[in-house]
């Protein structure tokens, strides 16, 4: 057996929630990594895993205290080093990669005199052999340009590459250990695949040991040689990759590995498009975008959007995919009105709807209800859940006070909250209640159609699972039309009618979900579906080949 | 409405867990000093205008020989008037300016600011400009000229000092707006069709109150030290009103008593008023931190 590089036994963490109490929130966790080993942390937010990597550095969040057990990395006791020593250890011998690189560089410095800082203030290399070092780092890590990429700032590179300069900065003094927070959360499906391609390879050749910590169980695959399972900061399952992930001893594993990001094994089921009823027995679609462009500026003078056209019908989904700048978001906010376009049209049952939000018609704004991403912040902090639900019932509808408390009573239920949640505020709510509320709602507005923008996307797999199923129960009893925005096309696959990708502004294909997801793809399609990872350790190893293909095409 | 009672209960325990020291006695000294404001001909011994002595400058605790039997507490001002009296009736008129100045420039700088944080685009450009135009002159300045031109009654001080004051409130006001309009929750009430008095007063106002009200602790304080100043350049409260600014300029000759016959007890006539100023004005200042510490609110930084 290989010597082991970081030892942690019986780390126990608490914070301070009052004054003088103290609530456990990592409670006895033991795990060790060999050199050259990758240990993956999983669980949903607040399972500690970041309590636990940052622990590893002798660190503890303001508010926070370690309590019990031992880090021992190498020789080094971690937990018993004076203030000093922990400062001269942190940086050398263990360093860290954060979540949001963009929220770490300080944007007002070239990127190299940041990567570089470390060993300079430390006084362990001259400021030309820390660049050269920080150039070969580039290199391996296969950013373009690597001998000029250092002397731009933060905001002239993109999000993946700057993911990558962080971990070139974590890499500088050669770290014994390595620790990776979620480093491909915030990152577009494609680039997070590139970006953990370009960590494994850096891990692989540096012989480092690494912490790496995700929600996803489909990314953590990849790169990990053992998982540790957490939740609500107790260890649930430990073991090498390959068992956690093909024979899971605990249920709660199963549930991680169900709701993980990777496509259905089976196409859904197919459904018919058109819902005969009463009301729709013309059978024309809901609402119909008619080649719409749109842009921001004056004038639309960038444009976002250009001529894209999409359908969606009464009771089902239509998807649209895209990276980041893609324009679906856009497109949401020109169907809700909350952005006028410059060419084309939107129509509602056949008839046309205006372009701002003060000359639609109430009836028309009520059938049209908006879905943010973020419910955190789409939920007025200061109002009552009663308020925030009561508010659109009495707008659209007129109600009496009465009225207002029995529906809400109702619509909780719907969303599978109990009543008295009526009476608490969002921050008394976790993300996915607050996710839920955000759903209700659009739904107190009794709309045709929801918009529902990355609804699913800042949530964990295993709640972004019930949100989706919440959604398609929904959808069955109200026949509502959605139009669901993300850039997951895993996700997309499980809920939508048709699809629609979208790249650069245009739609690059659409058609049903059948359709999209059976080969012959769109280049585009190609590149996207190649990035949704399998659940196998292997294969990350196995798509290079594949996705240069069918980046090089997607590029062409 | 309903009144959100529990909120502001537990709002409140969150509160009273944090006192501090310092903040009960900065909290006993307001009260007594609105006690003896709201009650001040209860409180003050003497009238406002009432010769108690022929003498200039009487020693604390001397009798006012022109009313028999009568005492000077805090020694007589440069007429021979009750000092502890005049503090008195001064407190009231200039905390009650102070106070509605306050309120005046926040009506009018709230509502401003709110809306140029709604509307944005030029009408925002306009307003914050002439807006910078205004405080780039020196506030003490514009008083000065107006109230020299208009003549210095209570209604064009109040009214004055208020617009002065209104352009900071702006400020204040258009950039924590700001911060909250861009959330995603002013865009859902948009998006349902909400008018704009919907957006202000219940989407918007609700989280900038604690910042807000701390800003008006602080502008509080600020009308206090302005009317006080223009008061002792004699254009502020005019004679025979009383006013914390205006005693300390009427008894300024007591100094050179204090030095002519070196004792400080002189000194202390004209400094008394001033101690005053400086007692509430410092009180209210640390509460305001207080508050903002304990509620966790900032007021924005770029001001």
New interface residues.
């Given amino acids: 057996m290989a010597d082991k590089l970081l030892e942690v036994r019986d780390l126990c963490v608490a914070a301070h929630v009052q004054k003088n109490v103290l609530t456990p929130i990592v409670k006895k966790v033991s795990f060790s990594i060999e050199t050259g080993k990758v240990v993956a942390l999983i669980g949903e937010s607040g399972s500690g895993k970041t309590t636990i990597s940052l622990a590893c550095m002798g660190y503890a969040r303001p508010g926070c205290t370690i309590t019990g057990g031992g880090v021992k990395l190498d020789d080094i006791e971690v937990l018993k080093l004076g203030f000093l020593e922990r400062r001269r250890f942190r940086g050398t011998d263990v360093s860290y990669v954060a979540q949001s690189a963009a929220a770490s560089f300080n944007a007002a410095l070239t990127i190299t005199r940041q990567v570089i800082e470390t060993p300079l203030i430390k006084n362990l290399m001259s400021a030309n052999e820390a660049m050269e070092k920080a150039v070969s780092l580039y290199h391996e890590l296969d950013l373009p340009e690597p001998e000029a990429i250092g002397r731009r700032y933060p905001h002239q590179v993109s999000g993946g590459q700057l993911q990558r300069l962080m971990a070139a900065m974590a890499m500088i003094c050669d770290p014994k250990l390595l620790i990776l927070d979620e480093p491909t959360t915030a990152l577009d499906v494609t680039t997070q695949i590139e970006v953990l391609q370009a960590f494994k390879k850096l891990i692989r050749d540096k012989h480092t040991s690494a912490i790496y910590v995700s929600h996803d169980l489909a990314v953590v695959a990849q790169v990990a040689d053992d998982i540790l399972v957490l939740k609500d900061g107790v260890m649930i399952e430990y073991g090498p990759a390959e068992q956690i992930i093909n024979e899971p001893s605990q249920d709660y594993t199963r549930e991680l590995i169900s709701a993980a990001h990777i496509m259905p094994k089976s196409m859904p089921k197919p459904r018919p498009l058109i819902i005969q009823t009463a009301q729709n027995a013309t059978a024309q679609p809901l609402l119909v975008v008619d080649g719409v462009t749109a842009g921001y500026g004056q004038n639309h003078q960038y444009l976002a959007l250009h001529s894209v056209s999409v359908e969606a019908h009464v009771g089902r989904t239509i998807g649209i995919i895209g990276e980041s700048g893609s324009g679906k978001t856009t497109l949401g906010r020109v169907i809700?009105?909350?952005m006028g376009s410059k060419q084309g049209e939107v129509r509602l049952d056949g008839i046309p709807l205006a372009d701002s939000?003060a000359r639609?018609s109430?009836a028309e704004?009520r059938s049209v209800?908006?879905a943010?991403?973020?419910a955190d912040?789409?939920?007025?902090?200061?109002?009552?859940i009663r308020k925030i639900l009561g508010?659109?019932l009495k707008?659209y509808f007129n109600m009496s006070e009465g009225e207002v408390g029995h529906r809400i009573d109702e619509i909780l239920d719907t969303v599978e909250l109990p009543s008295y949640f009526a009476n608490r505020?969002p921050r008394e709510l976790s993300g996915g209640e607050r996710q839920r509320i955000n759903l209700a709602?659009s739904l107190t507005?009794e709309p045709k159609l929801i918009i529902c923008d990355e609804i699913t996307s800042a949530l964990d797999t295993i709640v972004a699972e019930a949100i989706l199923k919440l959604l398609r129960e929904l959808q069955e009893r109200l026949k509502v039309a959605y139009v669901f925005i993300s850039h997951d096309l895993s996700t997309i696959a499980k809920v939508a009618d048709t699809i629609a990708v979208m790249r650069r502004g245009k739609i690059v294909e659409y058609g049903s979900t059948v359709e999209i997801l059976t080969p012959p793809h769109h280049r585009y399609t190609e590149l996207l579906l190649s990035s949704v990872p399998d659940l196998r350790t292997d294969w990350l190893d196995t798509i290079e080949t594949r996705r240069a293909a069918a980046r090089i095409a997607a590029a062409g | 409405m309903t009144v959100?009672v529990a909120?502001l209960r537990s709002l409140l325990r969150e509160l009273l867990s944090e006192l501090t020291p310092t903040v009960v006695i900065c909290a006993l000294i307001l009260a007594c000093v609105i006690l003896v404001v709201l009650f001040a001909p209860l409180i003050a011994p003497y009238g406002e205008g009432e010769i108690l002595t022929n003498d200039s400058f009487a020693l604390q605790g001397s009798e006012g020989k022109a009313r028999p039997g009568s005492t000077l507490l805090l020694g007589g001002d440069f007429l021979g008037r009750d000092i502890l009296s005049r503090l008195v009736y001064g407190a009231r008129v200039t905390l009650s300016v102070a106070l509605a100045i306050s309120l005046l420039a926040f009506l009018l700088g709230t509502t401003v600011g709110f809306l140029a944080a709604a509307i944005r685009g030029r009408a925002d450009a306009v307003l914050s400009r002439i807006v910078d135009a205004l405080i780039s002159f020196p506030s003490i300045m514009i008083a000065l000229i107006v109230v020299t031109s208009l003549g210095s009654t209570f209604t064009v001080l109040i009214i004055t000092v208020a617009l002065i004051d209104a352009t900071r409130v702006f400020r204040v006001a258009r950039a924590l707006a700001m911060n909250i309009i861009v959330?995603?929750?002013i865009?859902?009430a948009?998006?349902?069709?909400?008018g704009l008095g919907w957006v202000m007063w219940?989407?918007v106002l609700?989280?900038v109150l604690g910042p807000l009200a701390a800003e008006f602790g602080i502008r509080f304080t600020y009308a206090i030290l302005f009317i006080s100043a223009l008061s002792f350049l004699g254009l502020g409260v005019q004679p025979p009103h009383s006013d914390l600014g205006l005693m300390v300029k009427e008894n300024i000759q007591a100094l050179l008593y204090a030095s002519a016959y070196d004792d400080l007890r002189y000194a202390l006539i004209c400094i008394s008023p001033a101690l005053c100023i400086a007692t509430v004005t410092i009180s209210v200042n640390l509460i305001v931190d207080w508050f903002l510490k304990s509620t966790g609110a900032s007021l924005p930084e770029e001001l």
Avoid: C, K, T
């Fill in positions: 809700s009105g909350l939000i639609r109430r704004l209800q908006f943010f991403q973020m912040v789409a939920l007025n902090p200061r109002h009552r508010r659109p707008f505020f709602r507005a | 959100p909120e959330q995603d929750y865009e859902a948009r998006v349902r069709g909400e219940q989407e609700p989280n």
